[in-house]
Nanobody
Framework: QVQLVESGGGLAQAGGSLRLSCAATGSIAAQNAMGWYRQDSGKPRELVSLVTSGGSTVYGDSVKGRFTISRDNTKNTVYLQMSSLKSEDTGDYYC?????????????????WGQGTQVTVSS
């Protein structure tokens, strides 16, 4: 079984930065995509960013140019550097791992989810 443990959420001011981490443990297939989705109350969960084990990335339109995703395959860990934060970045951020790489095109499904970490951006 795969487990995802997120860390790094918290409170930040608008214009500031935060860094999220997500470590995957368990029996993990070498080819996968890991990344982040977020959900604010009353809104559907939306893509923030994903990165494949080969290094391909995808970003949600609202975070392009502000957020950067990276990963360390030796540690099965993905990082999300969030900069120029806006109040609309507030929400619960969930780490996900998928074996079907069509998730990068918004087609495949996430196989495993973390429990989420809260990000609050004050204006």
């Amino acid at each position: 079984q795969v487990q995802l443990v997120e860390s790094g959420g918290g409170l930040a001011q608008a214009g500031g930065s935060l860094r999220l981490s997500c470590a995957a443990t368990g029996s993990i297939a070498a080819q996968n995509a890991m990344g982040w989705y977020r959900q604010d109350s009353g809104k559907p969960r939306e893509l923030v960013s994903l990165v494949t084990s080969g290094g391909s990335t995808v970003y949600g339109d609202s975070v392009k140019g502000r957020f950067t995703i990276s990963r360390d395959n030796t540690k099965n860990t993905v990082y999300l550097q969030m900069s120029s934060l806006k109040s609309e970045d507030t929400g619960d951020y969930y780490c996900g791992l998928a074996y079907d790489l069509s998730v990068m095109a918004g087609i495949g499904e996430i196989d495993f989810w973390g429990q989420g970490t809260q990000v609050t951006v004050s204006s």
